[in-house]
């Protein structure tokens, strides 16, 4: 049985917040007395406070201090947690092949895609089409890097209709060929907040 909180539970929305490394990290750093922890997940935390002995500038400054920044703004709210859909999506679930990005999405959301679409090109200095792709494009990395499967069955798994397809975008967006990169794999890894 959960304690009720004595304190008000406020909600954050935190821009750069892409992994489960960031929900253990923000989970042993939040975990201080005067701090009670409701939820984390990836772009939200849900907390209440004993202003006797924290405060909610002392959170904010943590926060900065390890590259996250909490989002004010509704419509970047929103943004953000279509970035985190999409890395949701792509990074942290068995990639369906069959689901389109923008079925997902609009079904997520519960807008029309081309809506979702230009409000992310409104605040993001790229289209959601592309940031979709160069989450996709760190996916094939790793999936290479792993070698448990052919590229055939990555190229399947990520949903190109061809090998030939995803080698072309690889290289577009690399510079590399995938053959050059399963050769010297440690190329050009990106940690997810940086992609974009």
Not at 130 to 139: G, P, R, S, W
């Amino acid at each position: 049985m959960k304690n009720t909180p004595t304190f008000p539970a406020r909600t954050i929305h935190v821009k750069n917040m892409t992994s489960n490394c960031c929900i253990h990290l923000l989970r042993k750093e939040l975990t201080v007395d005067g701090i009670q922890i409701h939820e984390i997940k990836l772009g939200t935390l849900v907390l209440s406070i004993d202003p006797k002995k924290a405060s909610w500038k002392k959170i904010e400054a943590m926060l900065e201090g390890y590259g996250f920044e909490i989002i004010k703004n509704k419509e970047k709210m929103l943004v953000e947690q279509i970035k985190q859909a999409v890395i949701e999506l792509v990074h942290h679930s068995t990639y369906n092949a069959m689901v389109r990005n923008s079925d997902y999405l609009v079904e997520r959301f519960g807008m029309s895609y081309p809506y979702i679409s230009s409000l992310f090109s409104k605040h993001e200095s790229t289209t959601l089409e592309k940031f979709t792709i160069l989450q996709k494009i760190e996916k094939v990395k790793e999936l290479i890097e792993y070698a448990d499967l052919t590229l055939s069955e990555i190229a399947y798994m990520m949903g190109y209709s061809s090998v030939q397809y995803l080698s072309t975008q690889f290289k577009t967006i690399t510079g590399i060929s995938v053959t050059d990169y399963k050769a010297n794999p440690a190329i050009e890894r990106k940690s997810l907040d940086a992609i974009g």
